[in-house]
C-alpha cells in the first residue's frame, strides 16, 4: 500500500494519543508535510515504510513520553520549507542501513535538521546527507540540535556518508 496523492494538510496526521501506532506503507508528498505527529503523551509511533517529501517536510512536536521511529529510509527534499523538525519533547529515531535504507536531507532555503527539547533515542538519528543551501548560494540553515538528551538511552547524530565509515558522530 503506497499513502500519497494528498493535496491540502499532511499525508500522514497524528494528534494525541497514547497507543502504538505503526505504519508501513510508504508516503509521499509533493505540497504538505509527508509526516505530522504532535501532542502525545505516550506511546510509540513507527514509520517503517520509506518516505518521499519534496513538499513541507516532517514535523514533530509536544509528544511528551512518546517515541517516533523511522525506520524505511526518508527522501526529504523540501525546498524553502524546513525538512525534519523534532521540537517540544518525546523521543525520536531514525536507521538506516546505508544501502537499501538511506535517509537523506536537502533543502534550499529551509532548515534541514532540527531536533530542540526532545531526545534522540539509544538507536540515534542516523542520515548518509544532510544539506542546506544551494550552489548559488540561498541561504538554507543546516543542523540544530538543542537539549537532545544525556543519559545512557540516549543517541547522538550521525551522518554517515557514501562509505561504510561515518562522515560524522556526535
Not at 494525541?16 to 509527508?34: A, E
Not at 501532542?39 to 509536544?62: C, E, H, K, M, Q
Amino acid at each position: 500500500g503506497a499513502i500519497s496523492g494528498i493535496t491540502g494538510g499532511a499525508a500522514v496526521t497524528i494528534s494525541g494519543g497514547t497507543g502504538t501506532i505503526t505504519i508501513g506503507h510508504s508516503i509521499t508528498s509533493t505540497t504538505g508535510r509527508s509526516v505530522d505527529v504532535q501532542n502525545r503523551t505516550a506511546g510509540t509511533v513507527t514509520f517503517s515504510g520509506p518516505i518521499d517529501d519534496t513538499g513541507a517536510g516532517v514535523l514533530l512536536s509536544a509528544n511528551t513520553g512518546s517515541t517516533i521511529t523511522f525506520s524505511g529510509g526518508m527522501v526529504l527534499s523540501t525546498g524553502n520549507n524546513d525538512a525534519f523538525t523534532a521540537t517540544g519533547g518525546g523521543m525520536v529515531i531514525a536507521t538506516q542501513n546505508n544501502t537499501t535504507i538511506v535517509n537523506t536531507i536537502a533543502t534550499a532555503a529551509g532548515r534541514a535538521l532540527r531536533v530542540a527539547n526532545t531526545e534522540i533515542g539509544v538507536a540515534g538519528l542516523t542520515f548518509r546527507s544532510i544539506s542546506a543551501g544551494t550552489p548559488s548560494f540561498t541561504t538554507g540553515n543546516g543542523i540544530e540540535l538543542d537539549n537532545t538528551g544525556v543519559g545512557l538511552n540516549n543517541g547522538g547524530l550521525t551522518v554517515t556518508g557514501n562509505g561504510p565509515t561515518p562522515a560524522f558522530t556526535g
